[in-house]
């Protein structure tokens, strides 16, 4: 007998770099899974990933990314264009037991310089701007390290 699929769970994430040099990427260390990532989480009803980003960025962080993005096209008030994620990754996890696959909707978003955060206590333990050379120091998942390491090279 052939397994059910699993199900896959849409989350939205902020790849928040800095375009001065030397580039910085914005982390947090979530309490959840003691992990460093970059603020994101799962699409709630009523919301696209784009909205979604733009929440979780400014819920576990305090930063509005809004100015930095592009703006959803608007062609008549049944029809918007959403923005595109720079990249979709589906990620294989299990959690407490329950395998499933969250599909990472990521947006980069370029500030100038590494702006003030403000750290949301209930969520993350951490958070601060990281540079490429400190990367390996920090527990990343795996899936995410090389797309670090390839936004803070370039």
């Known amino acids: 007998m052939t397994q059910p699929p699993l199900p896959k769970e849409l989350t939205a994430m902020a790849l928040v770099v800095t375009a001065s040099s030397p580039r910085q990427a914005l982390l947090l260390q ?55 994620p720079a990249r979709i990754v589906e990620v294989h996890l299990t959690h407490g037991g329950k395998e499933h696959y969250h599909v990472d909707c990521m947006y980069r978003v370029e500030v100038p310089t590494a702006l003030s955060v403000q750290r949301n206590d209930r969520e993350t333990s951490d958070i601060r701007w990281v540079t490429l050379a400190e990367l390996d120091d920090l527990a990343i998942p795996a899936d995410l390290l090389p797309v670090l390491k390839e936004e803070l090279a370039n």
Do not use: C
């Open 30 to 84: 979530s309490r959840k899974h003691n992990l460093w990532m970059p603020p994101g989480g799962h699409v709630e009803p009523g919301e696209n990933i784009f909205e979604a980003a733009i929440r979780e960025a400014k819920e576990e962080t305090g930063l509005d990314i809004t100015p930095y993005l592009p703006k959803p096209a608007q062609y008549d008030e049944n029809r918007v264009e959403v923005p595109l």
